[in-house]
T-cell receptor
Framework: ELKVEQNPLFLSMQEGKNYTIYCNYS?????LYWYRQDPGKSLESLFV???NGAVKQEGRLMASLDTKARLSTLHITAAVHDLSATYFC???????????WGAGTKLIIKP | DSGVTQTPKHLITATGQRVTLRCSPR?????VYWYQQSLDQGLQFLIH???????AKGNILERFSAQQFPDLHSELNLSSLELGDSALYFC??????????????FGEGSWLTVV
């Protein structure tokens, strides 16, 4: 059974700081997704990582994938308040076309 | 706006009742996915349809059913509702049948409260 673990589950940080959210998964997969969710809102796609060593960046967010370590990271650089949200990673199970989701990391960035 | 439309946005109903949630995927997308999000279970995959055919089932209860119509819209039917069914139900869509790196776009969700 594929399990996806995110840590930390909760993160409170100051603006201007850097931090990393980790996503570990238990079985082989080469497709990993990062989403953002604001409270009570929809899930917004951030990144799709498709291969070992993939790195994608958008603004202050950068995601990477290491399929050998079964690890993805979402790095936040010089955080700003607008990045406060819950961030989810999800790993694709190709055998039955579904995504297995992490529990989410609630990020609060204080001015 | 992702282009995925869900109705209703909010729904309050009593235990034992039946409700239908509706989803219109993005224009051109053939796949529709249903997810349930609750505080205790997190995001759970329910079911996936591709071009009218069921492709995969996740943690979907027997009291729940879904279908995708020829115009590609989808409905999720929840029956004999229990308090624990209260959750945010998301529909998502993508162009193809498999998770071949396509972004999956989520709708705004339907908030279901069972009282």
């Amino acid at each position: 059974e594929l399990k996806v673990e995110q840590n930390p589950l909760f993160l409170s940080m100051q603006e201007g700081k850097n931090y990393t959210i980790y996503c570990n998964y238990s079985t082989t997969s080469d497709r990993l997704y990062w989403y953002r969710q604001d409270p009570g809102k929809s899930l917004e796609s951030l990144f799709v990582l498709l291969s070992n060593g993939a790195v994608k960046q958008e603004g202050r967010l950068m995601a990477s994938l290491d399929t050998k370590a079964r690890l993805s990271t979402l790095h936040i650089t010089a955080a700003v308040h607008d990045l406060s949200a819950t961030y989810f990673c999800a790993v694709a199970m190709d055998s039955n076309y579904q995504l297995i989701w992490g529990a989410g990391t609630k990020l609060i960035i204080k001015p | 706006d992702s282009g995925v439309t869900q109705t209703p946005k909010h729904l309050i109903t009593a235990t034992g009742q039946r409700v239908t949630l509706r989803c219109s995927p993005r224009s051109g997308d053939l796949s529709v996915y249903w997810y349930q999000q609750s505080l205790d279970q997190g995001l759970q995959f329910l079911i996936h349809y591709y071009n009218g055919e069921e492709r995969a089932k996740g943690n979907i209860l027997e009291r729940f059913s879904a279908q995708q119509f020829p115009d590609l819209h989808s409905e999720l039917n929840l029956s004999s509702l229990e308090l624990g069914d209260s959750a945010l139900y998301f529909c998502a869509s993508s162009p193809w049948g498999g998770l071949s790196g396509n972004t999956i776009y989520f709708g705004e969700g339907s908030w279901l409260t069972v009282v």
